[in-house]
């Protein structure tokens, strides 16, 4: 059993734990004037796969990964991400979708998040937005921002969403 990377996720895998391991900044949305707020931890494993052969020498990689969320937000999720290097060791881009399913402050339902991401010569920019009427049973109309803060190698996050009046 061969267990060596292909070339392109030798590079895409510590750049994704860059993404991963950085700060990024919340920017507020406009149309938000009052949103509620969830924090917590989580757990993420992330799995290299082997790029399909339309992208083998392209210099994207893939990758799986499982979160389990705690804290404010009980959930699991499951996603996949997409990345790509370039001459320059610290710039790539990625983009990334996830499921996540279970309780948000006790509201049951499910929503997708997603991610693009930037490294611009070593400085990272991170988005992640609930993807628009992805919110399910409870969570149904749910909007917002997630900012992902690693410390000490431990996962967190802080969420700013809003939920429709009357929920």
Request: net charge neutral; glycine share 10%.
């Amino acid at each position: 059993m061969n267990l060596s990377l292909p070339s392109q996720l030798k590079v895409i895998l510590p750049l994704s734990l860059v993404f991963c391991c950085a700060t990024f900044p919340i920017q507020a949305q406009k149309e938000v004037a009052v949103s509620t707020h969830a924090e917590g931890s989580f757990d993420v494993k992330m799995v290299p796969r082997s790029p399909d052969a339309q992208s083998d020498d392209s210099g994207v990689g893939r990758m799986t990964f499982d979160k389990q969320f705690h804290g404010d937000l009980e959930a699991t999720s499951k996603g996949q991400m997409l990345a790509v290097t370039t001459s320059e060791k610290s710039s790539a881009g990625y983009v990334a979708l996830e499921k996540v399913t279970g309780k948000l402050k006790g509201r049951s339902g499910s929503f997708a998040l997603e991610h693009t991401g930037i490294m611009n010569r070593g400085v990272p920019e991170l988005n992640v937005v609930v993807v628009p009427d992805s919110g399910t049973d409870q969570l149904k109309g749910l909007t917002g921002k997630m900012e992902i803060v690693i410390t000490s190698g431990k996962h967190f996050y802080n969420f700013e969403y809003r939920l429709p009046d009357g929920q």
